[in-house]
């Protein structure tokens, strides 16, 4: 969704937009047996229907004029109730990795008031961790806090394909690949929904850039929708259970996806089966008949035009108000309301959107007098989670000659670069949380070191939109540099802005891409002069995803990519750096060495069609991320799955049984060096002789392992006949050919351990 600028000036501007094992959160039981994960399907099942029995029930008391009411929301983040017969509002908050800060219902924020919660590490970080387990924990962390503020519904997880390395959300996002993404997803949902919340997976389908997305037309084909870019929605749906999903801002082959007859009813309600709530991104709905026939069920936000032409202006407080009436001018106010009333046909549909969000409050403890435990804000244990998944989410891309861990008996270091101090969490548009605290990494660097330890630093560069180097800062951490033993240079991208400062500084940021993939500010003029004073520098990069280190990348002996870690963010990349953490954290996506190198820019279209701004073809199809650098012979800087330890591991010999369309395969797995530590097992699969150009590689199954010095363990990894389909446009349909397949075992999809063959 978008986040409102907090300014007069600029709120009418407008259309600038803000959308070992894990340690466990604080549990907090929910009081429903529908959410609870120890009620059995059986008793699931039977409550489910005695709360469709209830919901036809408050269906026939309803009048046309309270169902129209319920359809549209009446603040900024709620939607509209019924009083008279106890039918509540939904309070929705964003996501997707805290809760968002507390706002009034006419989007002012409010003051006084204890929103100041847990910062959990972005989503790029939570799915480098490769942890399924992981996923739950943050799931949970979420849906404790979102409960103890009173929300129903929280605004995530946001699981869009990277398709490009410049969109200004791929932070927010989890990878590139279909498969890792299902896999986070499903643990992050029921994570959320066991603690008596709703989850919100978003933003379905096709919102792959910022720029231009709210009137891109996207076109691909169906085998590229089919096997890239539904899986992870198809996850949530069925296996996640999500209760909500949010449409996107863009068009899907020529029909704005909120309102998508083929992704609405067709695919999502129609072949998945899903029961639950389809709710607009905020002002995504575009036509009061396409809203009402084609699948959308709840319009949150509307159309700014709209909003900004009927406001009373308060001289006070330089922002509009928004009165009950502006509600009414939404596509599904007071023009449903009129629509429905002409033709009869359209109640039914409007029917089966009040079911809907009925069932949502009955799934979320909302109905009935149902008692919701309070939850859990900024508990210690909440904390605790924050920091595993920094700690298993950074990722040590190179490590030459074993610069790292860094030596504790060093004399002096020296921390450089303008990110080792920024704190990031009031970033990123709607996705800003108001942490209760940050560790920066200079503070997590201090802490660990002591007191006694001598730690220079020096800012390096300015965070200033077109700041390029500057000569005397450079000159400054060169200083600083040289009279050090050891250097740590923190540097990356930002968000740009926060909640109470709006301009252009967006890097990574919800309404913006970036303008390019090169780091910003001049840093790469500062790390190559750093470099050329003390080659012992460790260059650390924060940020929403990869950037163009090809300028200094051959002489830096250590690279670290840090994301946006969280509120122990700093905590846990000191600890990583020392060597108290043995890194695990692998790449959830591909480093491409150069911007052209990416396919979407190389093969596809970005950011739109020359000579027609509106349309957007992935002519890369399937040939995503690892997908096409692997067919075609790509060097990335750093592969998918790519990711180095302190220690060693030995893979064993692939053995693979088949049985049917179905296949088993086994390894060992030994950790032959002398630290503790962790190994993501990644199996890919390759189609030896197949009717249609399939990718080299499709990761299809991965385990991480934890292994003490010298100790082995058995990694068995099961594969189900759709490891082995891929979609025909000419079937309409998935298809596994009958023939021999090559599994391979590695450490990336660039670094594999094992192969084997299996014949289905």
């Known amino acids: 969704m978008f986040c409102f600028p907090f300014r007069r000036a600029a709120l009418?501007?407008?259309?600038?937009?803000?959308?070992?094992?894990?340690?466990?959160?604080?549990?907090?039981?929910p009081s429903s047996a529908t959410s609870s994960p120890?009620?059995?399907?059986?008793?699931?099942?039977?409550?489910?229907?005695?709360?469709?029995?209830?919901?036809?029930?408050?269906?026939?008391?309803?009048t046309l004029e309270e169902k129209i009411a319920m359809i549209h929301a009446n603040s900024s983040f709620t939607s509209g109730g019924v009083k008279r017969l106890g039918i509540p509002e939904i309070t929705t908050s964003d996501g997707p990795h805290g809760v968002r800060p507390e706002h009034g219902r006419d989007w002012t924020l409010d003051e006084g008031v204890n929103d100041s919660g847990t910062y959990l590490p972005t989503g790029n970080t939570l799915a480098a961790t490769w942890n399924p387990a992981l996923g739950y924990a943050f799931g949970s962390v979420l849906g404790a806090e979102a409960n103890f503020r009173g929300k129903d519904i929280i605004l995530g997880p946001g699981i869009n394909i990277i398709r490009t390395p410049l969109n200004g959300r791929n932070f927010e996002y989890l990878s590139e690949d279909p498969y890792l993404v299902s896999k986070m997803v499903v643990g992050y949902i029921r994570g959320v929904q066991d603690q008596g919340v709703s989850a919100c997976v978003k933003h379905y389908a096709a919102n792959n850039q910022e720029e231009h997305r709210n009137d891109i037309d996207v076109e691909m084909s169906e085998r590229a929708l089919r096997e890239i870019y539904l899986p992870g929605f198809q996850a949530a749906v069925q296996e996640g259970g999500v209760n909500s999903l949010m449409g996107s801002y863009n068009k899907f082959r020529g029909q704005y996806a909120t309102h998508n007859a083929y992704l609405m009813n067709?695919?999502?309600?129609?072949?998945?089966?899903?029961?639950?709530?389809?709710?607009?991104?905020?002002?995504?709905?575009?036509?009061?008949?396409?809203?009402?026939?084609?699948?959308?069920?709840l319009e949150m936000g509307t159309d700014l035009s709209l909003m900004y032409n009927s406001v009373d202006q308060t001289a006070s407080a330089g922002m509009p108000k928004l009165t009950p009436a502006l509600y009414d001018k939404f596509f599904f106010g007071t023009a449903a309301l009129e629509a429905v009333k002409k033709d009869k046909t359209l109640e039914p549909l409007l029917d089966d959107?009040?079911?809907r969000i009925l069932r949502v409050m009955y799934r979320t403890n909302m109905m009935d007098g149902a008692k919701r435990q309070t939850g859990a804000y900024n508990a210690p244990q909440h904390q605790a989670t924050a920091r595993k998944v920094a700690e298993e989410g950074i990722v040590l891309l190179k490590n030459e000659g074993n610069v790292l861990p860094l030596r504790q008996a060093s004399k002096s270091y020296a921390v450089i670069g303008a990110n080792a101090t920024?704190?990031?969490?009031?970033?990123?548009?709607?996705?800003?949380?108001?942490?209760?605290?940050?560790?920066?990494?200079?503070?997590?660097?201090?802490?660990?070191?002591?007191?006694?330890?001598?730690?220079?630093?020096?800012?390096?560069?300015?965070?200033?939109?077109?700041?390029?180097?500057?000569?005397?800062?450079?000159?400054?951490?060169?200083?600083?540099?040289?009279?050090?033993?050891?250097?740590?240079?923190?540097?990356?991208?930002t968000h740009g802005y926060d909640y109470k400062v709006w301009s252009d500084n967006a890097y990574d940021a919800e309404g913006y891409d970036k303008p390019d993939m090169k780091l910003p500010f001049g840093q790469d003029e500062l790390i190559k002069a750093v470099l050329a004073a003390n080659p012992n520098t460790v260059v650390v990069l924060m940020g929403g995803g990869v950037v163009d280190v090809s300028a200094w990348a051959g002489q830096a002996k250590g690279i670290v990519e840090a994301w946006y870690p969280g509120m122990e963010g700093g905590n846990a990349l000191a600890q990583v750096l020392l060597g108290g953490i043995n890194p695990s954290g692998k790449l959830p996506l591909t480093w491409p060495v150069k911007l052209e190198d990416s396919p979407a820019h190389k093969l596809g279209e970005y950011p739109s069609t020359p000579g027609n701004p509106l349309k957007q073809t992935y002519k890369e199809d399937v040939f995503v991320g690892y997908r096409y650098f692997d067919t075609y012979k790509v060097a990335p800087q750093f592969a998918f799955g790519h990711g180095l330890s302190y220690t060693t591991f030995e893979y064993g010999k692939l053995t693979v049984k088949s049985s049917g369309q179905n296949a088993t395969a086994t390894l060992t797995i030994r950790n032959t060096g002398k630290a503790a530590g962790a190994e993501v097992v990644q199996l890919y699969v390759h189609d030896d002789q197949a009717s249609v150009k399939r990718p080299e590689k499709e990761l299809k199954a991965f385990e991480?392992?934890?292994?003490?010095?010298?100790?082995?363990?058995?990694?068995?990894?099961?594969?189900?006949?759709?490891?082995?389909?891929?979609?025909?446009e000419t079937k309409k349909q998935w298809v596994l050919e009958p023939g021999q397949f090559t599994l391979q075992v590695g450490s990336s999809s660039r670094d594999i351990r094992q192969t084997a063959t299996v014949k289905l």
Not at 438 to 461: D, H, N, R, V
């Open 12 to 29: 009418l501007a407008a259309a600038v937009f803000c959308a070992a094992a894990p340690l466990a959160p604080a549990q907090t039981k």
């Open 38 to 62: 120890t009620a059995t399907p059986a008793n699931r099942q039977q409550l489910l229907l005695a709360n469709e029995v209830k919901i036809d029930q408050l269906l026939k008391k309803l």
């Open 266 to 297: 067709d695919v999502l309600k129609g072949e998945w089966g899903f029961k639950g709530l389809v709710i607009s991104d905020w002002g995504s709905v575009h036509n009061t008949m396409e809203g009402l026939r084609n699948g959308t069920d």
């Open 353 to 355: 959107k009040v079911r």
């Open 422 to 493: 920024r704190e990031n969490s009031l970033g990123g548009g709607s996705s800003q949380v108001k942490a209760k605290y940050e560790i920066t990494p200079l503070a997590g660097l201090q802490k660990a070191l002591g007191a006694s330890t001598k730690i220079a630093y020096a800012p390096g560069y300015k965070i200033a939109r077109g700041q390029q180097a500057d000569p005397q800062l450079i000159a400054e951490a060169v200083a600083v540099a040289k009279a050090a033993e050891t250097v740590i240079l923190v540097g990356g991208t």
């Open 704 to 728: 991480k392992v934890f292994l003490k010095p010298g100790e082995s363990k058995n990694v068995t990894l099961n594969l189900g006949p759709e490891a082995f389909r891929f979609y025909s």
